[in-house]
T-cell receptor, first 115, second 115 residues
Framework: DAGVTQSPTHLIKTRGQQVTLRCSPK?????VSWYQQALGQGPQFIFQ?????ERQRGNFPDRFSGHQFPNYSSELNVNALLLGDSALYLC?????WGQGESPLHFGNGTRLTVT | AQKITQTQPGMFVQEKEAVTLDCTYD???????LFWYKQPSSGEMIFLIY??????QNATEGRYSLNFQKARKSANLVISASQLGDSAMYFC????????????FGTGTRLQVTL
């Protein structure tokens, strides 16, 4: 049973460019969340998708956008990259919308470096 | 504002000994959940243990137990019989009423298990 998979594992971009990160949730999971983890910090919630719609959003600018597909996979897009966007981006999935005690299952993350 | 505090940036423990990782939280909510995650150098966040705010007994999962003191707003993780493979970052996280699967993380504690 495959867990949460993310691609690519590493990415180097230049300031001002755009990037797309991809995530496939764990089998049986229909909710996907994205987190940004800066070096030495805990993950910060970006947004969450369920039934192909953004359901919750953290304190991130509109440069961060996302999408969920009918097969529950998801993309995170970041436009006009800044040096401060350099971080580990984690995708997490969970089985049921609204059940807070269901533990999130995380992928290994995508390490984004902006130069 | 809701906040998670982990005051130990780094901890050392000898193999086979027990260790306690501290976590305190600040919230006015009565209904919330507490999680502990382990993050090895690979980057994946691994779920360890969950405690609901209304659970009367402390949660246990194998070598992991959660020392939940609601009045003191603390949720410390106890790892018994430490193993070399326990060396990793450990994050305390909370989920609050109405936020579904949105987790708020602390800054983490780096645990190093020594021979």
């Amino acid at each position: 049973d495959a867990g949460v998979t993310q691609s690519p594992t590493h990415l180097i971009k230049t300031r001002g460019q755009q990037v797309t990160l991809r995530c496939s949730p764990k089998s049986g999971h229909d909710t996907v969340s994205w987190y940004q983890q800066a070096l030495g910090q805990g993950p910060q919630f970006i947004f969450q998708y369920y039934e192909e719609e953004e359901r919750q959003r953290g304190n991130f600018p509109d440069r961060f956008s996302g999408h969920q597909f009918p097969n529950y996979s998801s993309e995170l897009n970041v436009n006009a990259l800044l040096l401060g966007d350099s971080a580990l981006y984690l995708c997490a999935s969970s089985p049921v919308w609204g059940q807070g005690e269901s533990p999130l299952h995380f992928g290994n993350g995508t390490r984004l470096t902006v130069t | 504002a809701q906040k998670i505090t982990q005051t130990q940036p780094g901890m050392f423990v000898q193999e086979k000994e027990a260790v306690t990782l501290d976590c305190t939280y600040d919230t006015s909510d009565q209904s919330y959940g507490l999680f502990w995650y382990k993050q090895p150098s690979s980057g994946e966040m691994i779920f360890l243990i969950y405690q609901g705010s209304y659970d009367e007994q402390n949660a246990t999962e194998g070598r992991y137990s959660l020392n939940f003191q609601k009045a003191r707003k603390s949720a410390n993780l106890v790892i018994s019989a430490s193993q070399l493979g326990d060396s990793a970052m450990y994050f305390c996280a909370m989920i609050f009423t109405g936020t579904a699967s949105k987790l708020t993380f602390g800054t983490g504690t780096r645990l190093q298990v020594t021979l």
